[in-house]
Nanobody, 117 residues
Framework: VQLVESGGGLVPAGGSLTLSCSAS????????LAWFRQVPGKERALVSA????????YYAPAVKGRFTISRDNVKYTVDLQMNNLKPEDTAVYYC???????????WGQGTLVTVSS
């Protein structure tokens, strides 16, 4: 099982980035998908997710209107389009997959996003 994130980097405030998570080794459509982020000294926090099997999406208040989550059940990818980035969006971003009917879940290794002021 693998979740591999890509697309992180350094971007000025107001800029955009798209993070991508490529999945393999499990039945992608059986899992809900999410993006979390973590800064040093703080707990990992949910940024955005597909809330259920009906593709309902959730966004943390801090990113709502700026970030968009999407998934491709053919390519086995989940993306996070991030617009109008702010310095407080600086964090390591993690992809997460959880099986709908169990506690089975997987994490990616994380990708660093740095937003300069």
């Amino acid at each position: 099982v693998q979740l591999v994130e890509s697309g992180g980097g350094l971007v000025p405030a107001g800029g955009s980035l798209t993070l991508s998570c490529s999945a393999s080794g499990f039945t992608f459509v059986d899992y809900t998908l999410a993006w979390f982020r973590q800064v040093p000294g703080k707990e990992r926090a949910l940024v955005s997710a597909f809330a259920g099997s009906d593709s309902t999406t959730y966004y943390a208040p801090a990113v709502k209107g700026r970030f968009t989550i999407s998934r491709d059940n053919v390519k086995y990818t989940v993306d996070l389009q991030m617009n109008n980035l702010k310095p407080e969006d600086t964090a390591v971003y993690y992809c997460h997959a959880k099986q709908y009917w169990s506690r089975r879940n997987y994490w990616g290794q994380g990708t660093l996003v740095t937003v300069s002021s």
